[in-house]
């Protein structure tokens, strides 16, 4: 049922397109209609993509057409050699699509630090939507204003500051950007900013004050409600409270997005109550990141999948997923909440206390039973102390390998690195992860921000998936694998997104449509970006359109800026 494959051989281009395209303008002409006539005779166009294979984004098949762009806007796709244009790229083999628009994105702030951080835009993405898994920049209190204020200040010289949507977005603006930007409002920092970090329910007064403030972002732009509930202090909400902040985007018909509570041993029940939440707000309802965590939890793949199909009947139910079986994060997770409660210190005393050991080894083997065995977990940092030659090893193979138990080796990095140790979890299935992307109810995302092969966003060790999600998918899962079709695969990264967040003017190659477009080479494009060397751009998306300018040209950043902030329509 999920992997019918649609042809993408080359087809002629049929006559309906025929007529929406060359034919068509004689038609109207003749019909006495005159403005497209005129507006391809005012000369020259902006940009003119000339040769290419247009996958415009709605999944029907790719076809023939040169693109004309003027005014941001796209103003002609069908045959246009010879029309003037102030510079015209010959896109001969390549693929002509829509920008793609990652539908659960980080780069809320990371751009302030540097706006050329061009992870996301060489992937082809010209839209980001951010303020995900509950977490927004606004709103905020004075208190978490300084916060911030000082914490960008002490990490990267710079200042940021802003008191409430419109500030953020004339910041944003007057620092300029690659890409365009969407964000959703969150129910954590609604809740933080009205209740505090504390584990309690607000009082009616507050719910009334959070619920102000959710219709507060929507009518500053805001494209829907998200929630973190794995995150403290969202992780608090009841299920009623997530409903009334949900509320306000339903008029709209915007989405509340949501990382569910749980995604491993109660993924399920975390789906139901996701649904129930969308059911009561009377929302469409958007899962974020589906995936069902550790080899236990594999086979819930097709119940969650089902689940959804069913409830998608009724409602608008959508998901989204990134192109990857690995999550990332540090060695200190595989150990409960109560043993890092206080910090590091106090987390490095558990771990040497003897009186702790047999319950803190019973519960990380817990969690490794979860995940499958040792061996799912893989050592990518150790920090400065740390044993070097753990780095890039399986647990369970290293551990075999000295002769020692994992556990204790666990416990020797994390004490060696004064908890600076980070570990790639190899915690989903491939065939799920497959299942999941190719599925026609779900968007392809990349979870991740904007990150830069240089400067200050170029340190550390991110996930892959900031550079390299979508041309993982294009080479991965659509040329390698088969598990989409291309034209498939190019609507689950524009024209679905656009749909579910009411982005009306984008997601597809037509007239009248904004120009942001990813321009990539169908046989070659591929991601380059490992757990090991992450900061690798990917290879075969030689040009990149946002709002009509190139931003990338012959795989080189041309210096324009030129994202905006986009609201629904
Ligand atoms: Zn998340």
């Known amino acids: 049922m999920l992997h019918r494959h649609r042809s993408d051989i080359e087809r002629p281009l049929p006559r309906r397109r ?19 006539v005129a507006a391809l005779a005012r000369p020259p166009l902006d940009l ?50 829509p920008g793609f628009i990652d539908i659960h994105a980080h780069t809320d702030l990371g751009i302030f630090a540097d706006n050329l951080a061009d992870s996301k835009v060489r992937q082809g993405v010209t839209t980001e939507v951010v303020g995900q898994d509950g977490s927004s920049v606004m709103p905020v ?37 690659l890409t365009h930007f969407v964000t959703m409002v969150g129910t954590g920092t609604v809740r933080e900013v009205v209740v ?69 041993d109660a993924v399920e029940e975390s ?25 236990r939890n594999w086979p819930k793949a097709e119940r969650l999948l089902a689940t959804i199909e069913r409830a998608a009947v009724d409602r608008r139910v959508r998901f989204d997923r990134y192109p990857y079986t690995a999550y990332s994060t540090g060695l200190s997770s595989l150990f409960p909440a109560w043993a890092r409660d206080g910090g590091t210190e106090a987390f490095l005393a558990r771990l040497a206390a003897p009186a702790e050991t047999s319950r803190l080894h019973a519960e990380v083997e817990e969690k490794i039973a979860m995940m499958g065995d040792w061996d799912t977990i893989q050592i990518v940092d150790v920090g400065a102390e740390g044993p070097e030659d753990a780095i890039g090893r399986r647990l369970g193979a290293y551990a075999a390998e000295r002769g020692e138990d994992p556990y204790d080796i666990t ?79 190019v609507r689950k990264m524009s024209g679905l997104p656009a749909e579910i967040l009411h982005l009306s003017d984008r997601g597809t190659v037509a007239v009248g449509k904004a120009a942001d477009l990813a321009v990539f080479d169908p046989a070659t494009v591929i991601d ?35 994202g905006t902030i986009l609201t629904p329509t």
């Open 18 to 36: 025929f007529l929406q395209a060359g034919g068509f303008l004689a038609v109207k002409a003749a019909l006495g209609d005159w403005s497209d």
């Open 48 to 97: 003119l993509l000339v040769g290419g294979r247009v996958v415009d984004g709605t999944g029907g098949p790719a076809f023939r057409a040169d693109v004309g762009i003027r005014d941001g806007r796209i103003v002609a796709v069908e045959t246009l050699a010879g029309a003037a244009a102030r510079e015209t790229l010959d896109v001969t083999g390549f693929v002509v699509a």
């Open 141 to 177: 209190t004075d208190r978490m204003r300084e916060d911030r204020r000082r914490s960008y200040q002490e990490r990267y010289g710079i200042d940021v500051d802003a008191g409430n949507w419109e500030e953020l977005f004339a910041a944003l603006a007057a620092r300029g950007h």
């Open 196 to 264: 505090g970090e504390n584990d309690r329910e607000p009082t009616p007064n507050e719910l009334r004050s959070m619920v102000r403030l959710v219709e507060r972002a929507l009518a500053a732009g805001a494209a829907g409600v998200s929630s973190g509930l794995e995150y403290v202090p969202n992780a608090f909400a009841s299920t009623d409270e997530l409903a009334a902040l949900a509320r306000p985007t339903a008029s709209a018909g915007l989405p509340y997005a949501t990382h569910m509570r749980n995604e491993a």
């Open 271 to 295: 789906l139901a109550e996701a649904l129930a939440v969308a059911e009561a707000a009377g929302t469409p309802l958007q899962v974020s990141h589906l995936k069902a965590q550790g080899r």
């Open 411 to 489: 416990v020797e990095i994390l004490t060696a690195s004064r908890n600076r140790a980070d570990i790639v979890g190899h915690g989903m299935s491939e065939e799920n992860t497959r299942r999941f992307l190719a599925h026609p109810l779900g968007a392809i995302c990349s979870d991740a921000s904007a990150r830069r092969a240089t400067g200050p966003l170029s340190e550390g060790s991110p996930h892959p998936r900031a550079y390299g999600s979508y041309p993982r998918v294009l080479g991965k899962y659509v040329r390698e694998e088969r598990a989409m079709s291309l034209t498939d695969a």
């Open 528 to 562: 380059t970006a490992t757990f090991e060397a992450p900061h690798a751009y990917p290879v075969g998306i030689p040009h990149v359109i946002v709002g009509g300018q190139l931003a990338v040209r012959d795989g080189t950043l041309t210096g324009a800026l030129p």
